[in-house]
């Protein structure tokens, strides 16, 4: 039996893999091999069900006033690192404003805030005081930044506050197989995530990825962190092409589509016609969610 082979019948019986299975994984050049096995695993999930989520992003030191005319978001994210805890307050009231009752209002990675707070003891009183201003959820809890993140994300929960998301600020090829564990592992001790994005919000100027790799982590990610429910790729971030190859290899859930359309395509390339015939291409079902991952 190849390790392949052997993998795939852990996966079969439900079985955790191990570390060691993740190595295989990483090291094997059988990405139709892998791919299938994510993908199998994706679908035991979520059938061909496949979220998304618009979202209108606003810098925390340029905070919108309103929505533009027209934007459809199912999210408010604010983006950026807070210069203190006055301008991240006064960014947070801005968004709550624009959102009205109906949007969630989302900001911040998590470092950002420890590092705001003075450290995770304070970390408690800056969340209360965002919760306050109209924030409803961490944006983004990047597993590369903490070796172990689990006391600020306990923080940020007790302060009322949603931790939802796990993401990588950058990653070396050789950190792949410890960051998806790392991000089990931290789900495995406080739970509640939702999603976990595999790909690195920044790429690395000497090592870049492939499109092979990047693949590669997606599978790796869906096999590997089988206690988070979703895997999510950014849209923008890794452009349409690599999203839809991403949703047929473990992926199931798509950040990052535009709130507001650009106005230039017409009606056929519309936002959400892009993103829904993208899905749909891939023989799956688009489903649009809000940033609190409620169906719309």
Same mark, same amino acid.
């Given at each position: 039996?190849?390790v392949?082979?052997?993998?795939?019948?852990?996966?079969? =019986?439900?079985?955790?893999?191990?570390a060691?299975d993740?190595a295989?994984?990483?090291?094997?050049n059988?990405?139709?091999?892998?791919g299938a096995?994510?993908?199998?695993a994706?679908?035991?999930?979520?059938?061909?069900r496949?979220t998304?989520v =618009?979202?209108?992003?606003t810098?925390v030191?340029?905070?919108?006033?309103?929505?533009?005319s027209?934007?459809?978001p199912g999210?408010?994210?604010?983006?950026g690192?807070? =210069?203190?805890?006055d301008?991240?307050?006064a960014a +947070?009231?801005a968004?709550a =404003?624009?959102?009205g009752?109906?949007?969630p /209002?989302?900001g911040?990675?998590?470092?950002?805030? /420890?590092?705001l707070?003075?450290?995770a003891?304070?970390l408690g009183?800056l969340c209360?005081r965002?919760r306050?201003?109209g924030l409803?959820a961490?944006?983004? /809890?990047?597993?590369?930044?903490?070796e172990?993140?689990?006391?600020? /994300?306990?923080a940020?929960r007790?302060a009322?506050?949603?931790?939802?998301?796990?993401?990588v600020?950058a990653?070396?090829?050789?950190?792949?197989?410890?960051?998806?564990?790392?991000?089990r592992?931290?789900?495995g001790?406080?739970?509640?995530?939702?999603a976990?994005?595999?790909?690195?919000?920044?790429?690395?100027?000497? +090592?870049p990825?492939?499109g092979y790799?990047?693949?590669?982590?997606?599978?790796?990610?869906r096999?590997l962190? @089988?206690?988070i429910?979703s895997?999510?790729? @950014?849209w923008?971030?890794?452009g349409p092409?690599?999203?839809?190859?991403?949703l047929? +290899?473990?992926a199931d859930d798509v950040?990052g589509i535009?709130?507001v359309?650009?106005g230039?395509l017409?009606?056929?390339?519309?936002?959400?016609?892009?993103?829904?015939?993208?899905?749909?291409?891939?023989?799956?079902?688009p489903v649009?969610r809000?940033?609190?991952?409620g169906?719309?």
């Amino acid at each position: 039996m190849s390790v392949l082979e052997a993998v795939a019948a852990r996966v079969a =019986r439900r079985e955790p893999l191990s570390a060691a299975d993740g190595a295989a994984i990483l090291a094997t050049n059988d990405i139709i091999e892998i791919g299938a096995l994510a993908d199998g695993a994706r679908r035991e999930r979520h059938d061909a069900r496949t979220t998304f989520v =618009r979202v209108f992003e606003t810098h925390v030191d340029a905070p919108a006033a309103a929505l533009p005319s027209g934007a459809g978001p199912g999210e408010i994210r604010i983006v950026g690192a807070p =210069r203190d805890v006055d301008s991240a307050v006064a960014a +947070v009231r801005a968004a709550a =404003r624009a959102a009205g009752d109906r949007v969630p /209002v989302t900001g911040f990675a998590l470092d950002h805030l /420890v590092i705001l707070a003075g450290g995770a003891s304070g970390l408690g009183d800056l969340c209360a005081r965002l919760r306050g201003a109209g924030l409803r959820a961490v944006a983004d /809890v990047p597993v590369d930044a903490f070796e172990d993140a689990a006391e600020a /994300v306990e923080a940020v929960r007790h302060a009322g506050l949603s931790a939802l998301r796990l993401t990588v600020h950058a990653l070396e090829p050789a950190d792949r197989l410890a960051i998806v564990g790392r991000a089990r592992a931290l789900q495995g001790r406080v739970g509640g995530f939702r999603a976990f994005a595999p790909l690195p919000r920044t790429m690395s100027v000497t +090592v870049p990825t492939t499109g092979y790799d990047d693949v590669k982590l997606v599978g790796l990610a869906r096999l590997l962190a @089988d206690n988070i429910d979703s895997i999510q790729v @950014d849209w923008p971030l890794y452009g349409p092409k690599l999203a839809q190859v991403a949703l047929t +290899v473990g992926a199931d859930d798509v950040d990052g589509i535009a709130a507001v359309e650009p106005g230039t395509l017409g009606r056929r390339r519309s936002v959400i016609e892009e993103i829904t015939g993208n899905i749909r291409a891939a023989a799956l079902e688009p489903v649009e969610r809000d940033g609190l991952f409620g169906i719309r």
